[in-house]
């Protein structure tokens, strides 16, 4: 794999090579610089010694590295027409290294890569078995890899790093606005942090996969005096998370699971104070292809610890909220929240299609096209026993 060309002298062209993506932190940082001949005529390249880097690893600030070359390679390499020639750079892992790290090349036209670093006891054999998978091959596959990467107009949602590890999206974020009866617009942003990187990115130890998340939903009334939020629903959460627990079935691709206890209140006093504490747990299933169209299922059981101004809940809300995606990483997605209430047919559709804007607009922009449908009670938990019309919004959506 390519992390992208750049140009050097002449017709010559040096590329960086995307190292596995999984390194053993007792093993140098080891990259690549593949030097072609694309000119018809016999080349003298000139070879850089050295070759620094930025290094962005968790919460600190870049740091650079510098790499040295093997010194084995000549200061000077001569090509041949259409011959090509690797160079190696290695340096040790900095100490403060933990997790997922971009590695940003200082002086090339290179795209960052991620890495994910691992300190665990099986490191160095994961490492090489990630390693064999990277090993590049000829000039003509690597031209093809990299305009297949010059063509590529959206970028995946497969990383969902935000700081290399520790912060990243949890709920969707996203601004929208609709109408039926009164202009409510509504937005929401969210995010998740890991308080401990563990040493072996595969593990499931319960404060190795810690996690504190936040999200905050408004729904703002556009269409009244001095547009007031009509509410805001202001919910912390306290969680172990793992994406895939290992379980393997011929049912399902993969499995996760999340449990935990969250917090959910509108901030107000008096008669219009809501709030209620939970404890959760949230079996995730995957069937398919994870990286094209696949069905994702995960329904949320609750156990309601304590609620004021709203005790009652249970009976429009219920105990399970039923979450149910289909769609692909890299075009477009449904996903629909459902609940059900303990008394007659009380409870709610929640219903949101996502489309990534790259493939709308051009590839210059990020996010998505986010269209959204509410029918049914307590789309905030101030109205909680209010049955709303139903509302449909359109708006723009950030992570989904």
């Known amino acids: 794999m390519l992390a992208l060309f750049s140009s050097a002298a002449a017709h010559a062209t040096v590329a960086v ?31 850089p010694k050295q070759l620094t880097v930025n290094l962005t690893n968790g919460d600190l600030p870049p740091a650079p590295l510098t790499l040295q070359r093997d010194p084995a390679t000549p200061d000077r390499l001569q090509l041949a027409p259409g011959q090509y020639r690797r160079v190696r750079y290695a340096a040790p892992w900095p100490a403060s290294a933990r997790g997922t790290v971009k590695i940003d090349p200082v002086g090339f036209d290179a795209s960052p890569m991620l890495v994910t670093l691992n300190r665990g006891e099986n490191q160095t054999q994961i490492a090489a078995a990630e390693a064999r998978e990277t090993q590049a091959a000829t000039p003509t596959q690597l031209a093809s890899a990299t305009a297949a990467a010059d063509t590529a107009a959206v970028p995946t949602t497969t990383i969902d790093t935000m700081l290399s590890g520790r912060f990243s999206t949890f709920e969707p974020i996203y601004f929208a606005d609709g109408r039926n009866g009164d202009n409510l617009a509504k937005f929401q942003f969210s995010f998740k942090y890991r308080l401990h990187l563990p040493d072996d990115p595969r593990s499931r130890g319960f404060l190795d996969n810690l996690y504190f998340a936040y999200t905050q939903t408004s729904i703002w009334n556009l269409s009244a005096p001095s547009a007031p939020f009509r509410d805001t629903s202001y919910q912390p959460q306290l969680f172990y998370y793992v994406q895939d627990t290992g379980w393997k079935s011929p049912l399902f691709t993969r499995m996760g699971v999340a449990a935990g206890i969250g917090h959910e209140s509108n901030g107000r006093s008096g008669a219009e104070s809501r709030a209620i504490n939970i404890a959760f747990v949230r079996p995730t299933w995957d069937f398919g292809d994870l990286g ?8 949320k059981f609750y156990y309601y610890l304590s609620k004021s101004g709203n005790e009652d809940i249970a009976d429009y809300r219920g105990y399970v909220d039923f979450l149910v995606k289909y769609g692909s990483p890299d075009a477009w997605q449904l996903a629909t929240t459902l609940r059900k209430g303990t008394k007659h047919w009380y409870g709610s559709v929640d219903t949101q299609l996502t489309y990534p804007l790259a493939k709308l607009i051009g590839s210059a922009w990020g996010g998505y096209l ?12 101030l109205d909680y026993n209010q049955r709303h019309h139903w509302i449909a919004r359109i708006g723009y959506s950030i992570a989904r």
């Open 292 to 299: 094209g169209n696949h069905l994702t299922l995960s329904p």
């Open 17 to 47: 090579l995307q190292p596995a993506r999984e390194a053993a932190a007792a093993q140098p940082l080891d990259l690549t610089l593949l030097y072609t001949d694309d000119d018809t005529a016999p080349l003298t390249v000139d070879v």
């Open 370 to 381: 986010w269209v959204g449908y509410f029918n049914g009670y307590g789309e905030d938990i």
